[in-house]
């Protein structure tokens, strides 16, 4: 059909070409990004005559980017990391989404739904790209419903806000995955999944693994060492 999507089953899937294509996008996002943190204010007055022009806040600072990339490569590595196929269709992962979460923990819902943005892109071309019905379903189930989870930023600075802010984030992603079933993926139910509970169908399969995958991932961060790791990391994320 296409030099960077192809048609195949009734539904569309990036080709080799395609994929460079959304990695080279992604660079450039990056390198635009690294960018606005380094000028900082433009079209700032200058000469000795020139007012003083308050200074501008950074979107992002260089710590702060250093540390969402970090975060977001060993969310993306651990997203291949499948510890447990689900039976009807998706895999739980050695919390991939608590990476992306604690951006938003760390620096708030601002730069945390912009990580998950960043992030969901990462998504949609891992495994030589995502199946694609239509432009909608490809948003509703990478670029929203990734960005959700930088949800976890509005609990930042509450009591518990990680525990808090992961819980809202996963079930938000599943949201949105779950509005994109019942819009597009009804007819791709499996032969293995009851008949009778056919009308919750996108509900069982986008939670079943993100519910799994969210119940371990409390279980690690009940942990004591693994709690004061957080902390610490956070200490050195915002300091």
């Not at 260089?62 to 651990?78: E, N, R, S, Y």
């Not at 495994?127 to 948003?139: E, R, V, W």
Request: hydrophobic share 50%; with cysteine.
């Amino acid at each position: 059909m296409s030099y960077f999507i192809s048609a195949e089953d009734g539904y569309y899937a990036l080709t080799t070409a395609g994929i460079v294509l959304c990695g080279v996008l992604i660079a450039i996002l990056v390198l635009l990004t690294a960018l606005l943190v380094r000028t900082g204010n433009i079209g700032e007055a200058s000469g000795k005559d020139a007012a003083p022009q308050p200074e501008k806040k950074k979107i992002f600072s260089p710590k702060q980017l250093v540390f969402c990339a970090m975060a977001l490569a060993l969310g993306f590595a651990a997203s291949y990391l499948k510890i447990l196929p689900m039976p009807w269709g998706g895999s739980v992962t050695l919390c991939s989404m608590l990476f992306v979460t604690l951006i938003g923990y760390w620096y708030g819902p601002k730069i945390g739904l912009c990580a998950g943005f960043a992030y969901g892109l990462l998504q949609f071309v891992q495994d030589g790209g995502t199946y694609i019905l239509s432009p909608l379903q490809a948003c509703l189930d990478y670029i929203v419903a990734f960005a959700a989870l930088g949800c976890s930023g509005f609990f930042a600075k509450r009591k518990n806000g990680l525990i808090t802010g992961y819980i809202v984030a996963i079930i938000a992603r599943g949201l949105f995955h779950t509005i994109g079933g019942y819009l597009y993926w009804m007819d791709y139910m499996p032969e293995n999944f009851p008949a009778s509970l056919a009308m919750i169908y996108p509900i069982a399969y986008n939670y079943s693994y993100i519910l799994a995958e969210g119940v371990i991932t409390l279980i690690i961060l009940s942990l004591p060492p693994v709690k004061k790791a957080m902390a610490a990391v956070k200490k050195l994320a915002v300091s």
